[in-house]
């Protein structure tokens, strides 16, 4: 544990009453009274991390400093994306900052007599009014959704965040000042403390008041400046600020479960005034007798004592508690978030008090533990939950009138469905989540009118009427993290400074014995990344190697440096268009070091100028290897053909046996195919093939060749032979069809239903429909699938007599007979898949709704659906939606491929839902226009219609009447409800 006090981090003397680090652990906040007016200020991390880089001129202290407000400012936040920062004060104002999109260098801070200059520029784009009293605590929802504040009017109003300055809803209740808010991890309530000696517990879905919590400050006696409760990042626990437990102040531990109160911190001599969780859980062995790894949460408790109290959930004593840390009380806490690039994420922690000073504490892994990924807080959420950082959208449709009585009564069924689910549920559940422009690109500029007003006097003179054209917007992006790359740089230096920041974008903090900048080799950046510098900047101004002493040990080992191929053997030619670096939780295919697409060009050069040879892979059952171009069948395209010539499928022929065995259909009526070769009979050599039934003979055939491969199911069998023949039979050992002679011997073979699929071992496919005698597909080849090094893993055929293939690649195709070409049915490795959303979708549905089939079988345990989507929680919303809708998209695709009904309805409708959730009308259009088909007044289809009534053997009108229940779940899309009801109404009554 390391403990300091930045002398440097000041008010002028004057009470700081808030701080709270930046999300990527650049910078911080302090919020509190200025000279003659409220301060807001915005300091640099690295000279507290650092005693180098405090003594270090170059490097600035204070980043920027706002006035603006006209009292004391009581509370600062960043918002979790680290776009906005706001402020609340005496003034009763909220102000929203955000950085400036051209910054033309420091400027001075009004009235500081050009002491005090500003090195980022950040302004206040909204101003909200709506509290009659002092603000004294704020905070930001999951993904920044709404902002509650809490005022000295005994409200708390909370505001929509994607709108300023709109107000969602104003929680009246409290009978005192509310003086602390904060949020549910998950976003299903809100919790605020009050001067009335109560802690409430609102609900995010109505806004009304699940929980009131008395008895711990009944014996609460005086006031603090602040009441800053906080909730476990589990979301398990809320512990309160100011209670009393034998007439000893307490932090009151209050549990989700029932909010009971059985629990609480002791220790500290006067009242608690602020409490702050850290937001990583951590793990670690902490009683060593029994050697378990123990998951916890870490807390950090300020009181009027001037001392800071540290607790892990785990243990029953405090980790460490620092007395007389200030000469005032406590006044607020903020750990470093988890999303921080810089830094110690979660160590770190910094502290301010009313005597104007701040602290800084560092931790190490020893003394809290391990912290957990955040792809192991979304499990740990979605595990006890059913969805991670979720926000309902409930607010928005509230005050929505309802236009008609099916809507209202449709409303009522959904409400009592809704509730008779939650009284099954074992667990609390998660409101879904809203969509957040505030996350998307900055507002567009706005456009003067393109037309001018012209009037003429009465001599003919033209008049050109003014226009008043409002300012362009001047708000910047999510602001960098900080460091000199971002510094301004002067036009002499200019192209060396960019040379010198460029490789620095990822630093890390520094450390005791860190090389200087000078022995630092810096790899410099692109064209395209240098001239994303600023460059109207003064010429005074010098460039400041703010970080040059800041480069790792893994900095100074990659930058400059060529990094040779260990293995390049390993190396697959299909890499050669796709030299893109992978996510790092990906399996790797190639290095992306320089010399690797040189490698690979050569390998593929080398592979074309030498078609004979063959490469061995002995840790592969299927073989890729060149064969000659006069054994290509025909049925092939000859464009193919000049393309594969190269790199023709040679797949292994199984041998022929003395004995094989095949066991088909299920434990109660399986049977047992015995096939024998080499039957020596008047010196013929036949094959037998038996079928036994509970270990009796149940027929016998004889074949006139030796057999290779067995398939069958419960309605035909089918045996490869030598002479590169099919024998199809009955489960009665009738033979169905003359025997079927391929081109080439037969490497896989498979029976599903009345499908037989065969493929040669020059990659040749073939399906037919033994109940009508009659081919489905025919010599289709598998090259355009297995190109490069790629090789079959699994394959089978459905019970529709769709082929399907599993490949080394991850991808699982099928071959599509109204298209004509080959189709992904899934891919391992898709982004699509891998970072989609729609488990908030999946996670209200009933259990046995989740429907299996051939699609299921095929992702089962592979599925890696959601996988990632924790990565995308502090993204672009829209580029999550377009993700989840793209996968939603591809599944409801892939089972019409297959022919699987039940599973294309299941996808279509969670598509529906999906789509529901985000309002989206546009695509619930097309799906309800296609699943209603034209309307006409007697309810038949035009002539020349092409639209079918069915789908899979399902009707279309059916599904449209369940696609509607979901529609109409969402008040704003009622009319859309309306108006396919209508219609829907209108064509089934004549069938009536």
């Known amino acids: 544990m390391k403990l300091l006090k930045p002398s440097w981090v000041t008010h002028d003397g004057k009470p700081i009453f808030s701080i709270d680090i930046h999300p990527d652990g650049s910078r911080f906040a302090t919020g509190g009274q200025g000279e003659d007016s409220g301060k807001v200020a915005v300091w640099n991390m690295a000279p507290v991390r650092s005693e ?485 900047i003064p010429a005074n101004i010098q460039p400041m190697k703010a970080l040059d002493s800041r480069f790792t040990e893994k900095s100074k080992a990659t930058s400059g440096t060529k990094t040779s191929l260990s293995k390049p053997d ?59 171009p006069a054994q290509v069948t025909p049925t092939i395209p000859q464009d193919v053909i000049t393309r594969s010539a190269p790199h023709p499928i040679m797949l292994p022929s199984p041998p022929a046996e003395k004995n094989i065995s095949l066991q088909v259909g299920g434990e109660e009526e399986s049977m047992v195919l015995e096939l024998e070769n080499n039957i020596q009979t008047a010196g013929v050599k036949l094959a037998g093939l038996k079928c036994r039934r509970g270990g009796t003979v149940e027929w016998e055939t004889v074949l006139s060749t030796r057999g290779t491969l067995l398939a069958g199911s419960r309605k035909v069998l089918c045996v490869s032979c030598e002479d590169r023949s099919l024998c199809v039979l009955s489960p009665s050992g009738r033979r169905l069809l003359p025997g079927l002679v391929l081109s080439h011997p037969t490497a896989i073979l498979h029976c599903n239903g009345y499908h037989v699929m065969a493929v040669t071992t020059v990659g040749n496919l073939s399906v037919w429909n033994v109940q009508i005698a009659k081919v489905v597909i025919k010599n289709e080849s598998l090259l355009p699938i297995m190109s490069g090094d790629v090789v079959i893993k699994t394959s089978s055929v459905t019970e529709q007599g769709v082929p399907v293939f599993s490949l080394s690649n991850g991808k699982v195709c099928t071959f599509s007979v109204s298209l004509g070409t080959w189709s992904t049915l899934s891919d391992a490795h898709s982004s699509l898949q891998q970072c989609s959303d729609h488990q908030t979708i999946m996670s209200s549905l009933n259990p046995s709704s989740q429907v299996k089939g051939p699609l299921a079988s095929l992702q089962g345990q592979g599925q890696r659906s959601g996988r990632q989507a924790g990565r995308l929680f502090r993204a672009n919303h829209n580029l999550q939606q377009a993700v989840t809708l793209g996968h939603l998209e591809n599944q409801v695709s892939a089972a019409l491929m297959l022919r699987s009904s039940a599973e294309h309805k299941f996808w279509l409708l969670t598509l529906v839902r999906y789509l529901v959730q985000e309002g989206l009308e546009a695509q619930l259009r097309e799906i309800c226009d296609d699943l209603l088909g034209p309307v006409t007044a007697q309810g038949r289809l035009p002539k020349g219609s092409l639209w079918e009534p069915e789908v899979l053997g399902v009707c279309k009108r059916l599904v449209l009447s369940e696609v509607l229940q979901e529609v109409g779940s969402n008040l704003r899309l009622q009319r859309l409800y309306t108006e396919y009801q209508d219609q829907l109404d209108m064509v089934q009554t004549p069938a009536k």
Not at 444 to 452: D, L, R
Not at 606 to 623: A, C, E, H, I, Y
């Open 570 to 628: 390993r190396i697959t030619p299909i890499t050669l268009s796709t030299a893109k670096p992978r996510d790092s939780d990906r399996p790797s295919l190639q290095d992306s070091s320089a010399p690797a697409p040189t490698i690979i060009a050569k390998r593929k050069l080398d592979s074309l100028s030498q078609p004979g040879t063959k490469r061995m892979r002995k840790d592969k059952p299927v073989l890729m290897a060149p064969a000659a």
């Open 52 to 536: 180098v880089d405090e003594k270090n001129s170059n490097i600035p202290k204070l980043l920027c400093q706002m006035d603006n407000h006209l009292a004391c400012v009581n509370c600062v936040r960043w918002s979790s994306d680290g776009r906005y920062l706001a402020s609340g004060g005496d003034d009763k104002l909220i102000m929203i900052w955000q950085t400036g999109r051209y910054f033309a260098g420091p400027s001075t801070v009004f009235g500081t007599g050009g002491k005090t200059v500003n090195i980022e520029q950040w302004r206040c784009v909204n101003t909200l009014r709506a509290h009659t009293g002092d603000i004294l605590d704020l905070a930001w929802s999951p993904q920044d959704a709404w902002l509650a504040t809490c005022s000295i009017d005994n409200t708390i109003i909370v505001w929509n965040a994607t709108k300023f300055p709109e107000i969602i809803s104003t929680l009246k209740g409290h009978t005192g000042l509310v003086k602390g808010v904060t949020w549910d991890p998950v976003g299903k309530y809100l919790a605020t403390q009050s001067d009335d000696k109560s802690l409430r517990v609102w609900r995010t879905v109505d806004w009304q008041q699940e929980a009131m919590v008395t008895k711990p400050f009944d014996e609460c006696g005086g006031t603090t400046h602040v009441l800053r409760l906080a909730w476990s990042p589990d979301g398990q626990y809320i512990v309160s600020a100011h209670a009393m437990n034998n007439s000893g102040p307490t932090a009151q531990i209050i549990e989700r479960q029932g909010f009971k109160t059985s629990m609480d911190f002791v220790g500290h001599r006067k009242a608690v005034t602020v409490v702050r969780f850290n937001p990583n859980i951590f793990q670690k062995v902490v009683n060593k007798a029994s050697g378990k790894s123990q998951q916890f949460s870490c807390c950090a408790i300020g009181s009027r004592d001037r001392s800071l109290s540290i607790w892990l959930t785990a243990l029953k004593r405090p980790l460490v508690v620092v007395h007389d840390m200030f000469k005032n009380s406590v006044m607020d806490i903020s750990w470093t978030p988890l999303s921080s690039s810089r830094g110690k994420s979660g160590f770190e922690l910094l502290v301010c008090s009313w005597d104007g000073t701040a602290a800084y504490v560092e931790f190490t892994p020893d003394e809290l533990g391990t912290p957990l990924t955040q792809d192991e807080m979304n499990s740990l959420h979605q595990r006890i939950y059913g969805k991670s950082m979720a926000i309902s959208t409930q607010h928005s449709v509230n005050n929505t009138i309802i236009e008609n009585p099916a809507m209202l009564k449709l409303q009522q069924r959904h409400n009592e469905h809704r509730e008779q689910m939650d009284a099954k549920k074992q667990v609390n559940g998660t409101p879904t989540k809203i969509r957040n422009p505030m996350l998307t690109s900055p507002t567009e500029k706005p456009n003067p009118k393109a037309q001018q007003i012209e009037t003429r006097t009465p001599d003919g003179r033209r008049r050109i009427t003014p226009l008043c054209i409002a300012p362009q917007v001047d708000f910047g992006d999510i602001p960098r993290p900080f460091m000199s790359s971002s510094l301004p740089m002067s036009s002499t230096g200019m192209a060396q400074s960019g040379l010198e920041t460029a490789g620095t974008p990822r630093a890390a903090e520094p450390s005791q014995g860190s090389p200087s900048s000078q022995h630092a080799t810096v790899k410099p950046l692109a064209p395209s990344v240098l001239t994303s510098a600023p460059t109207a």
